[in-house]
């Protein structure tokens, strides 16, 4: 394995704390609950594309690149977290956002101007068409582009979540804490990709769930995908394992009215994690992710005496276009 040696950009405020929810583990009667806080990268508002940006923009600097460019939805944390790491590279920023622009940036958006973002606005359908002029554009005036894909889900992105992976072993090594579950919103499939490969190489043995975040295309099997990214992460770091299609565990229980609608799973979730524990989970990602864990409990998944960790990915900026959702 060679991690040490990939080209990587600090960004993030790392270890992120641990801590307990015992309020909330109280009041649900629950398994003892955990949390990780990847809200707190310390990226522009933090959240977990801060540990994938570290080894994205790595590779970019390392290749001569001048421009981080990618593409998301209008509420896109990973747009925001990129625009973010753009600034602190000193590399320009072009996205590309789904739909049409605002009358007034709220939430992420407005975040993404402020960190000096140039935003292109494009239907769903005609992204790949736009990215390419805009990449064929930026070559002919003798820019470098570096394109990032969904999510950063890449092998290189989800890099940083191995090393999230051995950073939590060694902290409950250290607390001497055992976890039998970790919960977490799966969406680009980066994050859960670089977990497994990360339990694999940590020999961390725990369950991880991920709560699947979007439908899938006709025809796509995500945890294929999943399969896809891990080997390719394992690939990147140097690290001999193969990945399939059943080293994953994806909840799918979870989807409401699909992507970024937000229904009383999300609204419960994020209201309780808020009133009782002082902490902010996002509408789109998190929140239901957290709607998730409650049911799970509720369903009695989890022994008594286990022990749950929620992984906070962040996204809280999106709340503040979210709300007439939540109110
Ligand atoms: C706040 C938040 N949580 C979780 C995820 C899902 O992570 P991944 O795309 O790596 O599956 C995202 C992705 O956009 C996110 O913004």
Not at 40 to 57: D, H, M, P, S, W
Not at 113 to 121: C, S
Not at 214 to 242: P, S
Not at 249 to 260: A, I, S
């Amino acid at each position: 394995m060679r991690i040490e040696a990939l080209a990587r950009f600090r960004l993030a405020q790392l270890p992120t704390p641990i801590e307990e929810l015992k309020s909330l583990s109280r009041e649900l009667g629950g398994p003892e609950l955990l949390i990780k806080r990847d809200d707190q990268t310390g990226l522009a508002l933090g959240g977990n594309k801060t540990r994938k940006l570290e080894f994205l923009v790595g590779q970019a600097l390392e290749q001569g690149a001048d421009t981080l460019v990618t593409v998301g939805a209008a509420q896109s944390n990973h747009c925001r977290q990129t625009a973010a790491a753009a600034a602190r590279a000193g590399l320009r920023c072009e996205l590309l956002l789904n739909g049409i622009k605002p009358e007034l940036p709220n939430g992420n958006l407005l975040l993404d101007e402020l960190l000096g973002a140039r935003i292109h606005w494009v239907q769903r359908s005609e992204r790949e068409v736009k990215l390419s002029e805009i990449l064929a554009e930026l070559r002919k005036q003798g820019g470098k582009p570096y394109v990032i894909p969904v999510g950063g889900s890449n092998g290189v992105g989800a890099t940083g979540y191995v090393l999230a992976m051995m950073e939590l072993a060694e902290q409950l090594n250290r607390l001497n804490q055992r976890v039998d579950h970790v919960v977490f919103a799966s969406s680009s499939g980066g994050t859960q990709a670089g977990l497994v490969v990360g339990a694999k190489v940590t020999g961390f043995d725990t369950k991880l769930h991920g709560v699947r975040i979007d439908k899938d295309d006709e025809g796509a099997i995500y945890e294929r995908e999943l399969a896809e990214i891990a080997n390719e992460t394992a690939k990147y770091i140097d690290f001999d394992a193969q990945f399939t299609a059943k080293d994953f565990n994806v909840e799918y229980d979870y989807l409401g009215y699909g992507y970024g609608v937000v229904g009383d799973l999300e609204r419960e979730a994020i209201r309780l994690l808020a009133s009782r524990e002082g902490i902010v989970a996002d509408p789109v990602y998190t929140g239901r992710a957290m709607g998730a864990l409650l049911d799970l409990i509720r369903k009695k998944v989890f022994r008594s005496g286990e022990t749950v960790l929620f992984w906070h990915t962040g996204g809280a900026p999106a709340l503040f276009a979210y709300a007439e959702d939540l109110v």
